[in-house]
Structures are given as structure tokens and as C-alpha cells.
């Protein structure tokens, strides 16, 4: 009796490892990662212009690295050593690019059917439709993109790819234009459709929501280079670079000091330095200092770090509050007010200078105003450390 | 009216065919325009400009040494058919299509160089071919640019006179256009036979325009977004 032969991983890993440098006369941008991907969600995270594209285009064949291989399984796409460059046409990576480039003069119909041309018509018929109807757009095979909706642009894009039954998947911020409802439903239709594909989706995005809905595993890219990698709780919990924090949303950055250790309560307590302290001017008030209570980090007792801490994470009172169970209750003077998208943006002077964010209601209600003498109220777990 | 009918059937003739030559011709080499990364791209670019810029003397001259039996094609072609190109149809086209070349390879590489980038992208990466990208996605988008070019060509050959006065001379029924016909009357103070013809080709050829630039409208050229909405 034949031995069955040893059969090949159903879904490969994708593995990367890509140097690229452009130049121009201004400046020049250095490209180099390594990286692989699993079946399922891997996300590229990181600021306009740190790379994320780029890796993206090299996967797909639309920019050649000037060194590395990218390869699916045991399918070579890229090698520079072996001089294997596979064409674009040939190597079934499914793309949407970020403007999703639908082709205008034709249907829905005939841009899902578009990827198919190899096969006979009665199968290419039947392979659009049943990915129609999975994306819920089989009602819209008629109209051209310049009829329907972003999000239905967005449901057209993902199943023009995905009908061709790629070997991974390069989402370049496909949902950065829509709102949060339309958002998670295509996302849901995704995660659907994969777990019974299981390819290996490389999504780029810079929105924090998208990384806690779909975060598997993050890469975190930081100009070329991918600066940290794990689950979105790892890199986002506990940031150690500070280039992750500004990317996560931290609008209060302060060098601190570890004061004191409570090993006992899970907590330290930090001195917060403003710039004039760094810079060796006094404080307003000489001798005022800002100590904040924290979570309890491994580090020692004078140890320096920084502190990040989101305007929208601390509340704002008018009179000094009690029997609360936030830990930090710090006094200050509001010193500017801005308005901003139904969002007040104030900026607390309390030793040091906070940016806090409350809406338009708040403001009214509590008749906030520059000048006006104000109480913070931050929880320890607000407080988030990393290392400087 | 004393209208030159046949000069005005011949002139048709030789615009329909030069008009149809260049389109077939003006494609691979437009496409080879606004895609090559070649180097010397510029110097082809300024080759196919030429003929705006020549007066249609000098360029007549050239393609008439061209064609006579003293240049090697002009001997190829008469030792081919027994007679010269110079003075016959086939020289006209010939001539015509050089003179008109411009009209039809510029609107051509224009439109497919003003097409997004990231349709071709993205018609590759879903397995197309560089031709069915371009016969699937970059034709039907150029769809204005290339009516443009052929109406250009159209009108052109339509109303040249030097090109066709230095190779074709002025044979009744062969070589004889429109805009020579009318030269001839003015020469023999004919205005009023003149007059009529050249209203005729002035309203004729402004008619043609005006269709193709009322077709080129793109009325829902809106709805062509390709993306999502911002």
C-alpha cells in the first residue's frame, strides 16, 4: 500500500525579511525588518512614514527590496540570494490597497469576477456570487463603486481579493475611513471568512481600536524598523519606548523618580519632573513638587522613568473631592481652554502642566473657565511607566 | 454652387484612413510612452512633438526625398509596384500619418499616464497580465483621450495643405484635397467657388468637433471614486 506522502502545512507562515533603502536629496529612509506571520490577524502598527506600506508593497511584488526573502511555506516570492523575484501577477497575495482602487467603469459584479479570468465563466459566476453574498453585497452586483458606500466599497475591495483564494492577505488601513459600527462588521465578516481559510492577514493600521479588536499579535514599526512585537496588551500595557507610548495615545509625558517602593500595596510613588526642573530652573513654587502614585513596576528606589498618562484618563473636579478610590488628587489652575471636535482640550498648571480632556457639557455645567482653581483626580492604573 | 465634390470625397478618404492607421499605430507606441522607464524616453518624446513644431514644408520635403526613387525605400517600393510613392495616395498617407502623429500619440499618453497607479497595482496583484491590464482597465478609462486623439487626427489630415502639396502635388481624384482645391480657385480669383468650399470644410470640420466634445462630456465622471469616501 502507498504511503500517503507527508502533506504540506494546510496554511503556511508567511516570513519576511526585507531591506530597502530609498533616497532622495532631502532624506533617505532605510527599510529593515525581519518578521513572519501566522495564520490569522498580524498587525503592522506604527505612525505615517515608519514603513508599514512599503513592507506591504514588497510582499506584493509592487516594490523589490534591495536584500531578503519573503517566502509562503516553502514558496519562494522574493530571494535575493537566489535571484528569485516572482512577478505580481503570479503570486497570489491578495492586496487592498489603502484607497482600495475599485475599478470605476465596471460593477461590483465584474470587479469581484475581475481576479478569476483563468477560469470558465459558469465557475467565475459561481465563485463571485457565493463571496458576494458572504460579504453581504450581493444586492449591489449591479451598481459601479462611485454608487455605493464607503463601507460597501470597503465589503467589494476585501472580496475582490479574497475570491481569488490568496495565500495571505495585505490589508493596508482598509477601515480607517469608516465609523466604528461599519467597522467591526466588516471585521467580523473578515474574522468569519478566516476561520475557515486560516491565512496569514498582514493588517496596517495606526487606530489603537483596531489593534484591541483584531490584536493577535502586533508589530510595532518605528521608521523601518519594527521596535517591539507581542499581543496588543503587551505592547500597549506596558510600552517600554516612548515612541509606542506617543503612538498610543499618551498626551502627559513626564520624566519621573521613583520616590518609595510599597511592595506590599502593588504601588510606588514617582516625583514628577516638569522641563524647568530638567532644565535646572525652579518650579513656580519653589519647593512644590508633584509626587503621583503608580502601578508597581520592577525598578528601584531613584530610579528614572517616564510617566504617560491620557488627557482623557483624568478627571476634573471643582471642589476637593473625598471618599474617592483614585489615589492621586492633585490641585492646580486651569490656564487654557480649547475647543476641539466636541472635545475640550484644557491644560492644567498643578506643578506641572497637564493636558486634560472633558467635553463641551462638562465645561457648561461646571462653568470652567481660565484662572479657575481645579482639582485632578487620576487613578494609579492611569499612571503608565516605561523606561527613558 | 461650384463645389469640388470629388476633392471633398478624396479628403474624407484620406483622413478616415490615416485616422484609423494612427490609432492602431498610436497605442503600443503611446503606452510605450507613458510606461517606459527607459532613459532616452525623452528623446523619443521629442521625435513624435516634431511634427507640431516643423513647418510641413520642411516636413513634406523630407518624406517626399523619402519616398522617391532616389532613398532606398522609395527604390524598394518601386522595384515592389513598378511606380514612385511620390505623387499617389500611398504617399499622402504616408506624409499624413507622420505630420498627424502627435495629434493622436499625446491625447493617447496623457490619458494613460493620468490613470491612478494603483488601479494598475492592483489589476496586477489580482493576476492580470500587462495586456489585460491594459485592454481591461486602461483603454476603457481612456476612453476621452482617445476620442480626442482621433477627432485631433481627423480634423488635422483633414485641413493640411503643405505636407500634401510637397508629396502629392496636385492630381484631380488622387492627390488633389480640399484645402488645395481651394488654393487653386484663390490662384484663379474663383472667390466665390473658393468661398463655398472652404465654408463647407470650416463647417464640417467644426461639426466633427463638436460631437466629439459633446460626447466626451463624461457625465457622471463623479461617480468614478475609486476609494473610500473621505
Known amino acids: 500500500m502507498p504511503t500517503p506522502a507527508e502533506p504540506e502545512p494546510v496554511n503556511p507562515t508567511l516570513t519576511g525579511r526585507i531591506r530597502k533603502t530609498f533616497s532622495s536629496t532631502e532624506r533617505s529612509f532605510t527599510l529593515d525588518v525581519e518578521f513572519d506571520a501566522a495564520p490569522g490577524f498580524t498587525i503592522l502598527f506604527g505612525s505615517s512614514g515608519s514603513g508599514k506600506t512599503t513592507i506591504l508593497d514588497c510582499i506584493a511584488g509592487l516594490v523589490a527590496p534591495d536584500a531578503g526573502r519573503i517566502a509562503v511555506g516553502k514558496r519562494v516570492l522574493f530571494d535575493s540570494g537566489l535571484h528569485v523575484n516572482t512577478a505580481v501577477a503570479k503570486r497570489a497575495v491578495g492586496y487592498v490597497l489603502q484607497d482600495l482602487a475599485l475599478f470605476p467603469h465596471l460593477t461590483v459584479e465584474q470587479n469581484t469576477e475581475y481576479g478569476l479570468a483563468h477560469l470558465p465563466r459558469s465557475v467565475r459566476w459561481e465563485r463571485a456570487a457565493a463571496m458576494l453574498h458572504e460579504f453581504r453585497i450581493a444586492d449591489l452586483r449591479q451598481r459601479r463603486p462611485g454608487e455605493i458606500s464607503g463601507g460597501e466599497r470597503q465589503r467589494v475591495a476585501l472580496a475582490r481579493a479574497l475570491v481569488t483564494e490568496p495565500c495571505v492577505l495585505l490589508l493596508d488601513e482598509p477601515l480607517a475611513a469608516l465609523d466604528s459600527p461599519t467597522k467591526s462588521k466588516i471585521l467580523d465578516d473578515l474574522r468569519r471568512w478566516n476561520e475557515a481559510h486560516g491565512i496569514p492577514i498582514l493588517y496596517v493600521t495606526h487606530a489603537r481600536e483596531e489593534l484591541l479588536a483584531l490584536g493577535e499579535r502586533v508589530l510595532v514599526m518605528e521608521e523601518g524598523c519594527i521596535v517591539a512585537q507581542g499581543t496588543p496588551h503587551e505592547v500597549l500595557g506596558a510600552p517600554l519606548q516612548e515612541t509606542v507610548a506617543q503612538l498610543a495615545g499618551f498626551e502627559n509625558i513626564f520624566d519621573a523618580t521613583v520616590e518609595s517602593v510599597h511592595q506590599d500595596r502593588g504601588t510606588m510613588t514617582c516625583r514628577i519632573m516638569t522641563c524647568r526642573i530638567t532644565t535646572g530652573l525652579p518650579v513656580g513654587d519653589a519647593g512644590s513638587f508633584v509626587l503621583l502614585e503608580t502601578p508597581l513596576i520592577r525598578a528601584e528606589v531613584g530610579s528614572h522613568l517616564r510617566v504617560g498618562i491620557r488627557a482623557g484618563d483624568i478627571l476634573l473636579a471643582i471642589e476637593k473631592p473625598v471618599g474617592l478610590s483614585a489615589r492621586n488628587v492633585l490641585a492646580g489652575r486651569l490656564v487654557s481652554l480649547e475647543s476641539r471636535f466636541m472635545t475640550i482640550l484644557a491644560r492644567v498648571e498643578c506643578g506641572v502642566e497637564m493636558e486634560v480632556h472633558f467635553t463641551l457639557a462638562a465645561r457648561d455645567s461646571l462653568a470652567l473657565a481660565e484662572g479657575r482653581e481645579v482639582w485632578l483626580i487620576i487613578k494609579t492604573h492611569s499612571c503608565h511607566l516605561m523606561r527613558r | ?230
Open chain 2, 1 to 230: 454652387m461650384v463645389i469640388n465634390w470629388q476633392a471633398f470625397r478624396l479628403t474624407i478618404e484620406l483622413a478616415v484612413v490615416v485616422s484609423v492607421i494612427l490609432f492602431v499605430l498610436g497605442l503600443p507606441l503611446a503606452y510605450w510612452i507613458a510606461f517606459s522607464r527607459r532613459r532616452w524616453k525623452f528623446l523619443v518624446e521629442a521625435l513624435v512633438a516634431l511634427p507640431i513644431v516643423l513647418p510641413p514644408t520642411v516636413l513634406g520635403f523630407y518624406v517626399l526625398v523619402a519616398l522617391g526613387s532616389r532613398s532606398p525605400l522609395g527604390r524598394w517600393w518601386q522595384s515592389l509596384t513598378g511606380h514612385t510613392l511620390a505623387f499617389t495616395f500611398t504617399g499622402l498617407v504616408i506624409g499624413s500619418i507622420i505630420y498627424s502623429l502627435p495629434f493622436a500619440v499625446q491625447p493617447f499618453a496623457a490619458s494613460f499616464s493620468s490613470i491612478d497607479g494603483k488601479l494598475l497595482a492592483a489589476s496586477a496583484t489580482l493576476g492580470a497580465s500587462p495586456f489585460r491590464t491594459f485592454s481591461k482597465v486602461i483603454l476603457p478609462l481612456s476612453v476621452p483621450g482617445l476620442v480626442t486623439g482621433a477627432a485631433l487626427v481627423f480634423a488635422h489630415t483633414m485641413g493640411e495643405f503643405g505636407v500634401v502639396l510637397m508629396i502629392g502635388g496636385n492630381i484631380p481624384g488622387v492627390t488633389r484635397t480640399v484645402s488645395i482645391d481651394i488654393y487653386d480657385q484663390v490662384q484663379a480669383s474663383n472667390y466665390a467657388a473658393a468661398n463655398a468650399t472652404a465654408l463647407l470644410l470650416l463647417v464640417f470640420c467644426f461639426l466633427v468637433l463638436t460631437v466629439v466634445y459633446g460626447l466626451n462630456r463624461a457625465p457622471n465622471r463623479k461617480t468614478w471614486a475609486i476609494g473610500p469616501v473621505k
